[in-house]
């Protein structure tokens, strides 16, 4: 399969850029009031649309007849041998400008490539790529790069078979770090009597001998003391060669976790990371460790100093943006986005394709993000977004976005769920006076 993968890939590749299905719809205002409503964007769009919807204007929707992209084939021949499961990774949109009500869209695409077999959390899969451009007239208006896993669920119907990997012992002295891990929090075991932290816990302190104890909870940030990189022997439920990290809490114990998202040849002794939950199935988290995403220079801040501020509220807007991700709002926005896909409605067929439950799409991301920046800068005009997932944002969890103005040209958005982080994102202004 895997060589008539790669030679259909080389096939399409040649093909270059060919027009795409008709729009069906011109940019409308009950679209655009059915999207807003659903992401609870404020945003006053007078006679124009909000950028990010640009993927939705070409949507198929539940049509019986539906048109094919540029990647069916490639889907299909995945989905008959076996990688049914589909979930989007990565999406990059460029908006020329904005939309005006009534315009007539016709968009092109061209495909992009497949990389695989990955071992991911899902299962082994491959990675499709594919590009889309839109034109209105013969004027672009925005392109897009969209990237999608198409995974082999696994065949409990979990993230991963249960007892694939180890399981930790809890016990007395252990229960409070899995419960914070279970909450999103690493905690660190600390002494009641004289207030030494300890690392791994134990029933008494090292240092006075008390046996009664509490804990901290840990900032995330911490520097690479040590590593090994693990070859020999297998280690079930991972796939050698992988970091094992000895990390520097800034907090002055050290702890032990995998390093993710990191080349071999990148690792570096004192490098800062940073804390991730990598959900491995549906009952076990892990405390992981990866590089840290941010520069350490001074950036702008989302908002001034509360020296600086002249009164309740900064012209800046909101620093935080919780969001609770309740069954209507995932269905909803699903819907508003014309993404029909049963893993973001249907929790019966989601968990049959390697979820615990339904998540948030990429376009409702991909909006969120957008919905932050607004309301943080409220007269910016976004030029373009870029969005890498990590873990699914599922029903019932709270989506935080939080982010950084780095210059009058980019802010940087994360997104937190309390797997960890759900989406990192780049948003490209046009530069403001």
């Avoid at 060589?3 to 850029?17: N, V």
């Amino acid at each position: 399969m895997h060589e008539r993968l790669m030679a259909l890939a080389e096939e399409l590749t040649a093909l270059g850029e060919r027009p795409a299905a008709p729009c069906a719809d011109p940019v409308n205002p009950a679209m655009i009031r059915n999207w807003t409503q659903a992401l609870g964007d404020r945003t006053r769009w007078a006679g124009t649309a909000p950028p990010t919807m640009i993927q939705v204007w070409s949507m198929p929707g539940l049509a019986r007849d539906k048109p094919g992209t540029v990647a069916d084939r490639i889907l299909t021949l995945l989905n008959e041998a076996g990688f049914t499961g589909v979930v989007a990774t990565n999406c990059e949109q460029t908006y020329d400008r904005y939309l005006r009500h009534g315009e007539e869209l016709r968009s092109t695409m061209r495909f992009g490539g497949v990389t695989g077999p990955k071992r991911t959390g899902l299962g082994e899969g491959y990675f499709v790529t594919w590009h889309q451009t839109w034109y209105a007239g013969d004027e672009r208006v925005a392109e897009m790069m969209f990237r999608v896993l198409k995974f082999r669920p696994r065949a409990t119907g979990g993230r991963a078979a249960k007892g694939r990997r180890f399981r930790p012992a809890i016990g007395p002295d252990t229960r409070f770090f899995w419960d914070g891990v279970r909450a999103g929090e690493l905690r660190i075991q600390r002494c009641a009597e004289c207030g030494r932290l300890r690392h791994p816990p134990g029933p008494m302190c090292p240092a006075c001998h008390a046996t009664k104890r509490d804990h901290v909870t840990a900032s995330g940030h911490g520097t690479l003391h040590s590593y090994v990189v693990h070859h020999h022997p297998p280690v079930p439920g991972l796939d050698p060669p992988f970091v094992v990290a000895l990390v520097d809490l800034e907090e002055g114990v050290r702890v032990v976790g995998n390093l993710l998202d990191c080349p071999l040849d990148q690792v570096r002794i004192g490098m800062p990371l940073e804390l991730v939950f990598q959900e491995v199935d549906d009952d076990l988290t892990l405390p992981q460790w990866r590089p840290a995403g941010s520069s350490p220079d001074p950036v702008t801040p989302l908002r001034p100093d509360a020296s600086e501020a002249s009164g309740a509220e900064s012209e800046a807007g909101p620093v935080e943006l919780s969001i609770e991700l309740t069954p209507t709002f995932v269905i909803a926005t699903a819907l508003a986005t014309r993404d029909f896909t049963p893993v973001h409605h249907d929790t019966a067929l989601a968990r049959a394709q390697g979820s615990k439950d339904i998540f948030l799409n990429i376009l409702t991301t991909m909006g969120l993000v957008q919905r932050y920046v607004l309301e943080l800068l409220p007269d910016a005009v976004i030029e373009g977004i870029s969005v890498r997932l990590g873990v699914p944002a599922y029903a019932g969890d709270t989506l935080t976005m939080t982010g950084r103005v780095v210059d009058d040209r980019t802010v940087e958005v994360r997104g937190a769920v309390s797997l960890g982080d759900h989406a990192i994102a780049t948003v490209r202004l046009k530069g403001r006076s």
